[in-house]
Nanobody
Framework: QVQLVESGGGLVQAGDSLRLSCAAS????????VGWFRQAPGKEREFVAA????????YTADSVEGRFKISRDNAKNTVYLQMNSLKPEDTADYSC?????????????????WGQGTQVTVSS
């Protein structure tokens, strides 16, 4: 069992930066693939970024490529999402998810555990 807790969200202005954290319980967290997803009001949850547990391979959505970067610190059982040059359209509830056997990191249905989410609001 893995428990995930997100933090770092808030209200910022366009162009600002935020760093989200996803802290996990469990001694084997390093082997889990972790993904960040976001959901804006009235929209479906969408993939943002993911990082594999075995190789550290990263995946990033086209909409945030070049602005967002995912990383992990296995010693701290934490995955980060560095978000730069934020835009109003980045406003959403951001959740992290983890899974041990994630076949497609972009697919939210392949993850086993989810956090509660953290709100990011970007004003223009």
């Amino acid at each position: 069992q893995v428990q995930l807790v997100e933090s770092g969200g808030g209200l910022v202005q366009a162009g600002d930066s935020l760093r989200l954290s996803c802290a996990a319980s469990g001694r084997t967290f390093s082997i889990y693939t972790v993904g960040w997803f976001r959901q804006a009001p009235g929209k479906e949850r969408e993939f943002v970024a993911a990082i594999s547990g075995s190789t550290g391979t990263t995946y990033t959505a086209d909409s945030v490529e070049g602005r967002f970067k995912i990383s992990r610190d296995n010693a701290k059982n934490t995955v980060y999402l560095q978000m730069n040059s934020l835009k109003p359209e980045d406003t959403a509830d951001y959740s992290c998810a983890a899974g041990e056997r994630v076949m497609n990191p972009l697919n939210r249905y392949t993850y086993d555990y989810w956090g509660q989410g953290t709100q990011v609001t970007v004003s223009s």
